[in-house]
């Protein structure tokens, strides 16, 4: 520690000072005192907390899209980066809400999307990045790095291992009936007929949903999209420098649709496919009335846990190519302004680097899964459910689909056409490309309109402005003394700005965050607060400053130390709770959190349904919702 300029004077004032051994003495006992004066105040004025203004120089903002990522992946990042404040937000998997975020000053240092493609981030490029001559783009393997470069050379995103999509088999389906399981297109089609004449479906899958016509169509003719041709027309789609639509080409495109009209008539695809969702594919494919069906790694192990001995085959390509569909589990990408301060810029490419690592990869996927990662600098993991693919993966074949929102909603209207009878190969092309060409769809009205701005960066004094604004409201909404809610509950900054009923949804957590509410007393309060603070088994677990949880109509005091979060006070009104007081408290979580709550502890809640994000639209649907102050809710020591 460095004494301050005024002791060092005072230091050297004594030490020239002449006097007997007496006088020399009460120096020394003063000097003690002086000393001891000094270091204090040097404690408080160097080692004490920092402004709220240093804490945000200091924080790294990264939106993860789901609460998946929050819980497994999140906590290593953080661990692995200690030195670093990194303020962690569930944000959204779509690329509108972060084009909302930037258009209104609200764009965090990090974001991320799984539903993603460059022609929806186009509007995004100027305030991104660009990542092109860094190490984390150089490791991508060129194959998939060009599906994000943007035609001036530039990248601003990057993909983090792929999620795989083929076709699951009952091989011992395939085995009692005698059937090879297939090894090119031909095979797979004589295996579709084979079963059909034993009166068990060949192949189907859930074409219900968007992603599977999508994916299907491309899946089918991923050798002819990964030409020369192909990517050049994928370039020119995506290319954000292009003011006018692009519609489908005339070299690639005509075929992959007589390759989906071939294979709607080779598997006996008809109108009632259309009504099948997953969990009636899942239900045909478990009870032996299916041998194959469209769907992602994942359901191998699932099937295989059941005992239905489950393996993974590729598309089959009618040039006898062999690939596969892939999904990033997410795309990343850096803020632009992070360049304006050298520091900080320096502190989210370490951030960056550690969410491309080996270590964090394998956090993102579900224990027990494959690795399989777009970057060379990590080591792909295959388990027994995807070896019978090896060769695939090894030749660089995994496809990553074009996922636009132009190409999600039209392969849902033409596929299904297709597979009804009601289009042919050529009237598909047309339908598809007349889609893409098409003008945008109309603007929504605002629902919301906050007239003030609130960061949602944590500080140790006072907590996270924002979140305390969403609490706050929540709090009224509900009727409730009390409102607790789990660090990730809401998706980030309140801006100043008029919200859409679509971006005002999006200001609550995704993925089915709950309110369960009690009647209870102080003294259980307080119990329920510590639980929240210091994690409970089964239940979520604060791992920084950032992933507190956040109070409405209380305060907490919480002492931070090397095991994590200890709970020292709860007060109300600036005063302690008494153990016989009496409260209602709503707690805002998962479900699958809640469930875990301690039942030893006697309180029972109720609730669950509907959701916070139906109880918001609702509040704020009628366009009249007002939006509540934040308070200071939690001090951090």
Sequence with gaps: ??????????????????????????????????????????????????????????????????????????????????????????????????????????????ITCCRFSLHDASPLKDSLMDLSTTNAAGAVYDAYLGNFMNEDGSINWLPVCADAHGFMANKDLFEKCGIPLPTDYDSFVSACQAFEQQGIRGFTADYYYDYTCMETLQGLSVAELSSAAGRKWRTAYSDPGHTEKEGLDETVWPEAFEHMEQFIRDTGLSKADLELNYDDVTQMYQNGKLAMYFGTSSGVKMFQDQGIHTVFLPFFQQNGEKWIMTTPYFQVALNRDLTQDEARWQKAMKVLDTMLSQGAQSRVIDEGQDLLSYSQDVDI?????????????????????????????????????????????????????????????????????????????????GGNAAYSVMANTLRGIYGTDVLIATGNSFTGNVLNADYTGKMAASMIMPNSLSAYSASMTGAELKETVKNFVEGYQGGFQPFNRGSLPVFSGISVEVRETGEGYRLSKVTKDGKQISDNDLFTVTCLAIPKHMEAYPAEEGIVFDGGNPTVETTWIEYVSDGNAVLAEPEDYINVR
């Design 1 to 110: 520690m460095q004494y301050n300029n005024h002791y060092i004077a005072f230091c050297r004032t004594v030490r020239m000072s002449g006097g007997t051994v007496m006088k020399q003495r009460k120096w020394n006992r003063l000097l003690s005192v002086l000393l001891a004066v000094v270091i204090a105040v040097s404690l408080l004025a160097g080692c004490g907390g920092k402004s709220p203004e240093e804490e945000d120089a200091e924080t790294i903002t990264v939106y993860l899209w789901t609460t998946k990522l929050y819980e497994k992946y999140a906590p290593y990042l953080q661990e692995q980066l200690p030195d670093i404040n990194i303020q962690f937000v569930v944000g959204n998997n779509d690329l509108d809400f972060y084009r909302f975020l930037n258009e209104n000053g609200g764009l965090p240092d990090i």
């Design 381 to 461: 993991q295959l388990t027994e459910y995807l070896k019978d693919v090896k060769s695939v993966v090894e030749e660089n074949h995994m496809y990553i689909r074009i996922a636009s929102n132009d190409f999600f909603a039209a392969s849902k209207d033409v596929v299904s056409k297709m597979i009804s009878g009601q289009y042919d190969a050529r009237q598909a092309y047309q339908a598809f490309n007349a889609q893409l060409l098409a003008g945008t769809a109309p603007s929504e009205s605002a629902v919301l309109h906050s007239q003030k701005a609130y960061s949602n960066r944590f500080h140790t004094s």
